[in-house]
């Protein structure tokens, strides 16, 4: 397994930076490649602007045109094309971060921003009157695999079915689906740990125990049953799902799991 970690976390002893090593220490002695993207310690520049694209800025800029013209010529910043480059490197992807306001932290979205480029992980594929694009099962990095490793402040109950801060796993839809089921990778169900403010009473032994296990299953863990865009399941122009392919009472985000 070749395995990018991309780390956000800004403190390098906290629960997320063991985790982050306990995902390094593991997988290299599984015999596995490991890079590590450690955005803070990187000073990862997280909001896009003009500089990024030089001399394919448009001007005004129109982020869209201008990332994929830069992507075209190979013009992309350094920090953005070595990223890109992992990204193509692994077949495997882990995401270590905490849960903020509901979503990753700034500076993990700044680099999806940035490194998910048009042309790269959108804008890929023939679009026309009936076709829109490979995406959600195809796209620039169909074949790869991709994991959520959060901590989350609230406790499981929190965040179960009717949990009032809604299900963990529609909080995770818009990463998991519209950021990384987009540009084709596979996604395992996540990782995540609930009431981390107060770990204590062996809690963190137990929670790096179920982490290691879950590394080491990666390559035979089943991805989440994303239904693929271009393979039957929508209606062609509208890419609504057809009706009656729905479990019974499956709505919402579920209905884009396959039954
Ligand atoms: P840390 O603070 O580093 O540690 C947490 C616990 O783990 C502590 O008890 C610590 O002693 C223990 N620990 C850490 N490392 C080790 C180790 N190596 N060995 C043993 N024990 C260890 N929560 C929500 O539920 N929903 C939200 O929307 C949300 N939004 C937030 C927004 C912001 C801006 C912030 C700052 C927090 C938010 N939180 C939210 C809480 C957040 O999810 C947690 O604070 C975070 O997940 C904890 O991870 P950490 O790595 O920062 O933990």
Redesign the pocket.
Known sequence: MKALIVYA?P?P???????KDIAVTTLEGAGHEVRVSDLYAMGWKAAVDAADYGAHATDPLQVVPSSGAAFDAGALTPDVAAEQEKLLWADTVIFQF??????M?AILKGWVDRVFTYNFAYGVGVHDATRYGERYGEGTLRGRRAVLS?????PES??SDRGI?GPIEDLLFPIHHGILYYPGLEVLPPFV??G?????GGA??DA?KAWRERLLALETTEPIAFRRQNFGDYEIPSLRLKEGLEAPGRTGFGLHVRA
């Open positions: 976390h403190e002893r906290s629960l997320n930076g063991a985790l905490p849960l903020w306001w509901y979503a932290p959060v901590t989350v402040g609230g929190h965040y801060n740990l609930h981390t403010d107060r770990l204590a963190f032994e790096a």
